[in-house]
């Protein structure tokens, strides 16, 4: 028990850091100043064209503008460390690698919940002119932070293979941007396969209000896998 | 305290550590005395369970280090050869943050930040932010870093490099001053820096160990051949011809370097003489017709000593100028 509660306090310790990290960064508040902008844009633009009140068709833009800031937000978290030589530091304590992980992933996940909630203002402001599909929002804002956790993840693990924050952040792009639009590079037998490996079709559903088990399962799956692989990839220091 | 056995460890192919063992003893300080490269950093890695070795074993207050790392970290405090610091926190966050994950009860915390705070000399900067300090300071810091959580086993590698040379009293007096109950490991190729503060000395090489001594028994020959020799370093006016016989037939002197400029030599001479003085050596000479314009004796440096071991004999000599 005692051991338990030891292991989350570091969790929190080392996401707090992260945190605290993220908001000492200029990238990350033009991540975020940027993130509110466009939404801000086309928000207005959509409503404008669609005369519909939902935000089925921001969560598409907001989706494609996480395949571009994601990497970014996450490319230090390992890189970093490894390029100053803080990781020596970090895996001399008595920290497990698991606690480092989650650590970390914790640290950009509560980030970039924030820019997420940051955008809920335009939730309020449909609610005030309109009577919107509720369902189809909230699932809509549970599928693009479930996305973006999925995206993170993806950005630590590439992190995690590195000391240059470019080449984290490159790579961690090509993977993620492949994995929104997989789906438009193939067809035929594998096609089932693909639609469930790609992002892009879960999403879809989210935004369309749909919760299915299956999509839940897809990104909190792809999620657990990212992350055991980063703890795999620091243990063994293939970077070294 | 640490008991190593054949510790081997390959980079790809390359053998960074070949076949160490070496024991050390709780309280003792020891130094791992190398050229860079040599592999001293990469030995404190598997020490400090960073690195897992490609074979053998590593036993750190009897716990096997591949199986029981954890436990380990806790007992050793780590300071990397660049001190691993945070830039955008503050000395009291980067302290406080270490002290959490060293598994500081949480109460203890503030105070344990608090004395290493004032044994480091770092009060007065504590809420500096790091990026903005000198080397010295975050030498010190990463020191601090090192002893927060009152470690057993201290291990440093290369805690003077890069300072200036009252940095560099600083920090060693901040290690001397810790070594009263704790076991210190440090690294340096500044062999006068070994001679200070360690009681014993490894010499590594190529990943090899060349020489394990106390370094008093290092310092009384190469690899502790000759017994007691006295190193004497003459200046002779005379003709040459006529000198070397003479002062070379007396027992129990050898010649060790001589080197003539006209008629005034500088001789090296190992007396192993029984009597100790310098009375039949100046009769000699002076009956070869010379006269002895200095005389002085001269202790055998720990550099000669290093670098005869390591292999790098011309350069011993010309250092000895």
Known sequence: MGMKRGIMRKIFAIAKKELASHFKSPVAYLILVITISVFNVFFFMILDENREAS???????????FVFFIPILTMKTFAEEKFTGTMEFLMTTPT??????LGKYLGSLLFFTLIILATSVYYVMIEFFSSPDRAAILTGYLGIWLEGAFFIAIGILTSSWTRHQVVAAISSYVIVYFSVSFIKYFQGTAESLIRYVCTMTH??????????????VYYLSGILFCLVCTRISIENRLWH | MIRAQNVTKYFGGFPALKNISFEVAKGEIIGFLGQNG?????????????????AGKVYIAGMDVSRRSLEIRRRVGYLPENPPLYGNMTIREYLKFAARLK???????????????????????????????SKGYKQRVGIAQAILHEPELLILDEPTSGLDPAQILQVRRLIKSLEYRRTVILSTHILSEIEQMAQRVLIIKSGEILADSSIENLLKGPGGTSEDGRRVCLRVQGVRLDLEPAIGGIPGIKLARWASENNTHGIDLEMTHPSGDFNELAEKVARAGGRILEIKESKVSLEEVFLQISGNKDLSHSSRA
């Not at chain 1, 935000?55 to 503008?65: A, G, S």
């Not at chain 1, 497990?96 to 992980?101: F, L, M, N, W």
């Open chain 2, 38 to 54: 040599a592999g001293k950093t990469t030995l404190m890695r598997v020490l400090t369970t960073y690195l897992p070795a490609s």
């Open chain 1, 55 to 65: 935000l089925r068709d921001i969560f598409k833009v907001m989706e494609f503008m």
């Open chain 1, 96 to 101: 497990s690698s698991t606690a480092i992980v």
């Open chain 2, 103 to 133: 598994d500081i009860p949480h109460r203890q915390q503030r105070p344990h930040v608090e004395r290493v705070l004032k044994d480091c000399d770092l009060w007065e900067a504590r809420d500096k932010v790091i990026a903005t300090l």
């Open chain 1, 203 to 216: 999403m879809e559903n989210f935004a369309a209000g749909l919760l299915t088990v299956t999509d839940l």
